[in-house]
């Protein structure tokens, strides 16, 4: 009888411990199926991310780039302006219009022609034969000459 007790309880023990191990089994192999979907997602989201990353530094880059540029430009129009200014400053516009008002009106009308024209060049209007064959600045337009270095590569 003893030997049918202890036969139950060594059973008893080795399926308890079967079973334990069956379920450690398929409890371990359901966390790395979870792991490995976790670490796939885990490995995109990194991708991504560095892909984000490369794109921002990219994207600052250029940024900075056009920072330069507007830069740049606004130097070259604070020269220009510093020219104007001066132009301006060596006549008295008042006291010439009131002295001679034909001559002052017939200046200042074609001076605002040539600015017009200037401001229709600015805005991607085509060359016409006078300024695409212009040696100069002043001959291009003597109220824009800036525009002549860049209009001769158009």
């Known amino acids: ?3 049918v007790y ?38 995109i989201s990194v991708q991504i991310s560095e ?3 490369k794109q921002l530094q990219a994207d600052y880059k250029k940024v900075g780039e056009e920072l330069n540029k507007v830069n740049q430009e606004f130097t070259n129009i604070r020269a220009q302006n510093n020219v104007l200014s001066k132009k301006l400053a ?3 516009l008042a006291v010439l219009g009131s002295a001679k008002p034909g001559p002052v009106q017939r200046i200042i009308n074609k001076a605002t022609v040539k600015v017009g024209r200037c401001f229709e060049i600015l805005s991607g209007a085509k060359l016409n034969l006078k300024e695409r064959e212009a040696k100069n600045g002043k001959q ?8 002549w270095t860049s209009s001769s590569a158009s």
């Open 6 to 43: 202890l036969f139950l309880i060594i059973m008893g023990v080795l399926s308890a411990a079967g079973y334990g191990a069956y379920y450690y089994y398929t409890d371990t192999q359901e966390r790395i199926a979870t792991l490995t979907q976790n670490n796939a997602k885990l490995e």
């Open 140 to 147: 291009f337009n003597s109220e824009c000459p800036w525009l």
């Open 51 to 53: 892909q984000a990353t």
């Open 1 to 3: 009888m003893i030997k």
């Open 90 to 92: 060596r006549h008295d």
